[in-house]
């Protein structure tokens, strides 16, 4: 069954909604490097952590700066860390393996630009800088899109037909974000087959606030698409 992981969680009322229709996991946007709708401070990112019920996997969404994310780690221990940065590979293999020491497993996106379709990678190949995320040690690629003024969220779809050849290339469990929403979300899962979706705008109206009925619809779909 493909799992779902709703991003962006700032209140308690999201977490209810959001648990209640069957999501897999929550996202937590804390302390982000850039000015983000869903951005939260390390203290009431600790106190919905604690709110969030057994059996619901708790990630946090930090970025770029490596002190700042291991302090996050330990601090709110977290289930999974996502670092949605601009972390060079290198730094990503170190903060993964310092992440695993504090217990908690770590996810990795690979963006791509809405402009260009073109990975924001040091590596431009796109399968191969999947390849360097998984021998860095990530326990997760993520496939997101990005643009020039925001790092998530965007409501853009990626290419779904070179997600499923990095997916059948790459060994790590895929996640499929980027554009997803109730009206797309069936088709991207036949299409890439991945172990779980990522949604963030897709079930929110307006940007920032969760909207019940487009939440309950796509774990619908994405319910729906895996039967």
């Known amino acids: 069954m493909t799992r779902i992981k709703i991003c962006g969680i700032t209140t308690e009322e999201d977490i209810r909604l959001c648990?209640?229709?069957?999501?897999?996991?929550?996202?937590?946007?804390?302390?982000?490097?850039?000015?983000?709708?869903?951005?939260?401070?390390?203290?009431?990112?600790?106190?919905?952590?604690?709110?969030?019920?057994?059996?619901?996997?708790?990630?946090?969404?930090?970025?770029?700066?490596?002190?700042?994310?291991?302090?996050?780690?330990?601090?709110?221990?977290?289930?999974?860390?996502?670092?949605?940065?601009?972390?060079?590979?290198?730094?990503?293999?170190?903060?993964?393996?310092?992440?695993?020491?504090?217990?908690?497993?770590?996810?990795?996106p690979l963006r791509f630009s809405v402009e260009t379709g073109q990975c924001r990678a040091a590596c431009a190949d796109p399968l191969e800088?999947?390849?360097?995320?998984?021998?860095?040690?990530?326990?997760?690629?993520?496939?997101?899109?990005?643009?020039?003024?925001?790092?998530?969220?965007?409501?853009?779809?990626?290419?779904?037909?070179?997600?499923r050849q990095i997916r059948d290339q790459?060994?790590?469990?895929?996640?499929l974000a980027g554009g997803l929403h109730a009206g797309n979300v069936g088709q991207a899962v036949a299409a890439v087959q991945p172990y779980g979706v990522d949604v963030i705008s897709g079930v929110e109206s307006p940007v920032g606030r969760k909207d019940p009925a487009k939440v309950h619809a796509f774990v619908r779909a994405v319910t729906r698409s895996a039967g």
Do not use: C, M
């Open 19 to 108: 648990v209640a229709s069957g999501a897999a996991a929550l996202g937590f946007v804390v302390e982000y490097p850039v000015d983000v709708p869903w951005n939260l401070d390390r203290n009431a990112a600790a106190a919905l952590l604690r709110g969030t019920p057994p059996f619901v996997t708790r990630v946090i969404v930090v970025g770029d700066d490596p002190a700042t994310v291991i302090d996050l780690t330990e601090q709110l221990k977290p289930h999974a860390v996502q670092l949605h940065g601009n972390e060079p590979i290198a730094v990503t293999a170190t903060l993964v393996a310092e992440i695993h020491k504090r217990g908690a497993q770590a996810l990795k």
């Open 170 to 175: 790459v060994r790590l469990p895929l996640i």
């Open 129 to 163: 800088a999947a390849r360097l995320i998984e021998q860095a040690g990530a326990d997760a690629l993520i496939l997101d899109s990005v643009s020039d003024t925001r790092p998530a969220g965007t409501g853009k779809s990626v290419d779904w037909t070179l997600a």
